[in-house]
């Protein structure tokens, strides 16, 4: 069960460290094929399919930044059951956008996941808000 833990926490930093260096299929690949994100809470909505996840992550995320930074902390995964796990993640998220502006976001991450050809992924990860964004960004 340890390696497996390991193996969740290694999958969230994947995720963060390919999304903050732009590298998009690699962070699209953090989820299964038919992975779900739920940024409805964000105002961004729900993403059915790692081709969603992509579209959103390239074309409303990536392409309206110049650096982003995420920060994940209190990792806690609450069950392991064969090949499915589940757990919830504390992220503060720092942005510089295309057009100088800075914002911040400090989110939950509640997940799904899935062990899929040997490799733990997300088959479903809800954000939700963990701070009053007006307070970070104003």
């Avoid at 699209?28 to 081709?51: A, I, K, P, S, Y």
């Avoid at 110049?66 to 994940?72: A, C, D």
């Avoid at 059951?81 to 976001?105: F, M, P, Q, W, Y």
């Avoid at 088959?123 to 970070?136: D, E, G, M, N």
Wanted: a negative charge; glycine letters at 8%.
């Amino acid at each position: 069960m340890s390696d497996a833990r390991a193996e969740i926490q290694d999958l969230n930093s994947r995720y963060a460290i390919a999304f903050d260096s732009g590298q998009l299929d690699e962070s699209v690949g953090c989820w299964v094929e038919d992975g779900v994100l739920d940024e409805t809470e964000t105002g961004f909505g729900l993403f059915e399919g790692r081709e969603a996840i992509r579209a959103f992550f390239r074309d409303t995320l990536m392409a309206n930044s110049t650096h982003v930074v995420h920060m994940m902390f209190n990792h806690l995964i609450t069950s392991i059951e064969g090949d499915h796990g589940e757990g919830r993640v504390n992220c503060l998220v720092e942005i510089v956008k295309t057009d100088g502006s800075h914002a911040r976001a400090h989110v939950t991450y509640n997940d799904r996941y899935i062990r899929a050809e040997g490799e733990w992924k997300f088959a479903s990860r809800v954000i939700t808000s963990a701070f009053p964004h007006a307070v970070l960004t104003g």
